[in-house]
């Protein structure tokens, strides 16, 4: 067996690019909160809320020229913008306005109930979306009056465009777009967006719910590090503006209910620094670390050593690195572990209530395996066991029962850091859990119900897909959980993420779906282990010091037959 598994570098070395226009990142100068953007002659127009310019940007080389120069007052607040046979709608606050592409001076068209957040027209039809009231308002573009309305996909604020037979849709809150029939409103594709917060959304030619891209824009704040020399304490902590257009690229897999979003070629290195608390000496220690698996969403490119070689080994199918020392001396020091080639990419699984209806039962192996308490759980206690059974109600639909088990949870913890991890019956009564405690009590009340679950992880890379080539360190590791389906396969859904509001509604963005910078390690094995000769109790965090790192190095061409990007 190999030391370690390495296809041909310069094959790797030739892919690399450091080049942010690679990226498809679109920055204008001077744009502050990029919210509802249009395509209009090969060119993007897009609205600034905070300053009311209404920009035409070129997308090769994000040029950007006020177009409403002498009105800019009027288009503050705006959030939405479409175009229709040379006239501009928009939508500000409880109003609908329009003007003539030449003029530049709204006129309010109609008044709704409550605020509209985006807009979109499409031959004598108006789409109007509006979180508050939780629809899609249809409207009669010649009278203004309703024609019907569709139930709105997400819980956030949602921004709309609409090609062809499709209305599209980002939610801010969800980090999702939507993909809808336009006659029905029924969701037919959703996919995550590889940064937070989306508030604008344009549809390219030839975008369908297979595949696609779709101008993306986004508008968040940012913390960073002002320098200010004339004070006494001249690095201050404050915010600024972030605002951007990027292109999301999606893929739907009908084989696999899934849909693909943007993917990225990251490298990841995990290394130990042997730094012990107490001088000890360690006779045949075996240091064994769990490698990056390959999943639906993730594929690992090339893995090499760091500092000392290891062995290569599969454990119940997963690849796990073996470093073997003869005797390890007080005070000796040594720095290993292991570098990797990473593709990444979102994923939203698209399965449905109805869908698992009829699943099989779950396998005799299954609930031997994944309903048991192996790993300090409280299954047994009273606590919990009442917990379990309020948790899901007469709740008997799989999908709902995993749904409502997380919402329950969510109603009952908030998140904070803890030194230790607690069972699950303590977690419940101090109303506070780490991510890992979040995993433990979801486990619990999952698997007493008879939900197949499992605990994954490890680490997410800094979610910046805009900094290539830049070193990233996580502050944390972090854990969630994957339930099964049977007759379809292993779903993952976070741990605490998702719980954002208190009371609710809470988010389903990563509810069956994962971001691209989660990171998934060997599953079916511990992500790290030690073990001596003279089985000497030592714990990892008495004997070493952990060092993680990414680099995002390009982002990968989704569609096939497209050259990466």
Request: negative net charge; aromatic residues 10%.
């Amino acid at each position: 067996m190999p030391d370690f598994y390495s296809p041909p570098l310069d094959e790797l070395q030739s892919e690399l690019t450091h080049a942010e226009a690679s990226q498809n990142l679109i920055r204008p100068v001077g744009a502050y909160a990029l919210h509802g953007i249009t395509v209009w002659n090969n060119q993007l127009l897009a609205i600034d809320a905070l300053r009311g310019y209404l920009l035409q940007i070129d997308p090769a080389t994000s040029n950007a020229t006020i177009l409403n120069a002498r009105s800019t007052e009027a288009f503050i607040e705006t959030t939405g913008i479409a175009i229709g046979e040379e006239t501009l709608w928009m939508s500000r606050g409880h109003e609908l306005l329009n003007c003539a592409l030449n003029q530049l001076e709204p006129q309010l068209f109609a008044t709704l109930p409550y605020p509209i957040d985006g807009i979109a027209v499409w031959g004598a039809t108006l789409y109007a979306t509006c979180q508050k009231a939780g629809y899609i308002f249809v409207l009669s573009r010649e009278t203004g009056q309703q024609i019907t309305k569709f139930p709105a996909p997400g819980i956030g604020i949602e921004n709309i465009t609409v090609w062809g037979d499709y209305l599209w849709l980002c939610d801010q809150t969800e980090q999702t777009v939507y993909c809808l029939d336009r006659a029905t409103g029924d969701v037919l594709m959703s996919a995550l967006t590889p940064f937070g917060s989306p508030t604008g959304i344009a549809a390219l030619p030839g975008a369908e719910p297979e595949q696609g891209k779709l101008r993306v824009a986004y508008t968040f704040e940012e913390p960073y590090i002002r320098d200010d020399p004339n004070s006494e304490n001249p690095h201050q902590l404050t915010f600024r503006d972030r605002t951007f257009i990027h292109t999301l690229q999606f893929y739907y897999s009908a084989a696999h209910n899934c849909t693909l979003s943007n993917r990225y070629l990251l490298e990841m290195s995990y290394v130990e620094e042997i730094a012990p608390l107490d001088a000890l000496q360690l006779n045949q220690l075996e240091w064994r670390m769990a490698l990056p698996a390959t999943t639906d969403r993730q594929a690992v490119r090339h893995v090499e050593p760091v500092g000392l070689p290891f062995k290569l080994e599969q454990v119940n199918g997963q690849s796990v690195a073996v470093f073997k020392f003869d005797q390890l001396q007080p005070h000796e020091s040594h720095i290993f572990g292991w570098k990797a080639l990473i593709e990444v990419g979102g994923i939203k699984y698209q399965l449905t209530p109805r869908q698992v209806e009829k699943s099989p039962a779950l396998a005799a192996e299954f609930r031997q395996r994944y309903l048991v308490d192996d790993d300090e759980l409280a299954m047994d206690t009273p606590a919990i066991q009442a917990a379990a059974r309020e948790a899901i109600g007469t709740e008997t639909n799989l999908l709902r029962q995993v749904l409502r088990i997380r919402n329950y949870v969510y109603d009952r913890l908030s998140y904070g850091i803890r030194p230790r991890i607690d069972t699950p019956d303590v977690v419940l009564g101090r109303g506070i859990g780490s991510c890992g405690e979040y995993v433990g009590l979801l486990l619990a009340l999952c698997r007493l119900n008879g939900i197949a679950c499992r605990t994954v992880g490890r680490y997410k890379c800094p979610p910046h897909a805009d900094r290539l080539g830049v070193l990233l360190e996580p502050d944390f590791n972090h854990v969630w959980i994957e339930f099964y389906v049977p007759g379809f396969g292993w779903l993952p859904m976070e741990s605490n993420v998702d719980d954002i509001i208190d009371g609710g509604p809470y988010p389903t963005r990563f509810f069956m779906g994962l971001p691209w910078y989660h990171i998934e390690m060997s599953k079916e094995v511990s992500f790290e282990r030690i073990q001596a000769a003279d089985e000497a109790e030592v714990r990892l965090g008495d004997l070493a010091i952990n060092h993680v790192r990414f680099k995002i190095l390009k982002e990968l061409a989704l569609i096939a037959g497209d050259a990466e990007t």
